[in-house]
């Protein structure tokens, strides 16, 4: 039972570049989630699909995109990566029944230079 | 001000000592979840409620409604309890999402 799968583990990207980074889940979750955890700061909602088929706006929108393209995958987009996006991101999964733990993937390493 | 306040922000005990963390928050809410976030940076999910109080090993959740108020308590604390403990509030009415608190980073000392 693998949980949440995120990848990659570290990106390096370059000021402008776009990349996708992918989540998948394997529980059956209803709900996903994009976050962003900062230096020594608390984690920032980005995105979040409490279905499939549907995604609302976090915190933290702007500058990315994202796509839950099934039940099992949700994915964030940075269209045009600035360096002000350099952070962990992190993506989780919930069951409709809110009481079950909230599952994490173990998180992207991004740079942006 | 934050809808979801974590206190104290930063929390250095000796191993052995009772601990607690506490979150409060200003907003309705269905359910409240503690998680643990490790120096590695995983992060783990530890309890989930909505009323009373929930217990697993040596860590205690408890929660006060009517006083938007919850606690985590450790007992008997070891150094491989040191991590940042966060807590997060599941909004009434909302879909599906979470206010997060900031986290209290703990360090326990052998």
């Known amino acids: 039972n693998a949980g949440v799968t995120q990848t990659p583990k570290f990106q390096v990207l370059k000021t402008g570049q776009s990349m996708t980074l992918q989540c998948a889940q394997d529980m059956n979750h209803n709900s996903m989630y994009w976050y962003r955890q900062d230096p020594g700061m608390g984690l920032r909602l980005i995105y979040y699909s409490a279905s499939e088929g549907t995604t609302d706006k976090g915190e933290v929108p702007n500058g990315y995109n994202v796509s839950r393209l099934n039940k099992r995958e949700f994915s964030l987009r940075l269209e045009s990566a600035a360096p002000s996006q350099t952070s962990v991101y992190f993506c989780?999964?919930?069951?409709?029944?809110?009481?079950?733990?909230?599952?994490f993937g173990d998180g992207t390493r991004l740079s942006i230079l | 001000k934050n809808e979801v306040e974590q206190s104290p922000q930063n929390l250095t005990a000796q191993e052995g000592e009772f601990i607690t963390i506490n979150c409060s928050y200003s907003v309705g809410i269905s359910a409240l979840h503690w998680l643990q976030q490790h120096p590695g940076g995983g992060i783990v999910s530890l309890f989930m409620?909505?009323?009373?109080?929930k217990k697993h090993g040596r860590l205690i959740a408890t929660i006060n409604i009517q006083e938007k108020h919850s606690s985590l308590h450790i007992t008997a604390s070891h150094p491989r309890d040191s991590a940042v403990y966060i807590c997060?509030?599941?909004?009434?009415?909302?879909?599906?999402?979470?206010?997060w608190g900031a986290g209290t980073k703990l360090i326990i000392k052998p």
């Open positions: 409620l909505s009323s009373g109080k």
């Open positions: 989780a999964s919930l069951s409709r029944d809110i009481f079950q733990p909230q599952h």
């Open positions: 997060a509030a599941f909004l009434m009415d909302s879909n599906y999402q979470l206010i």
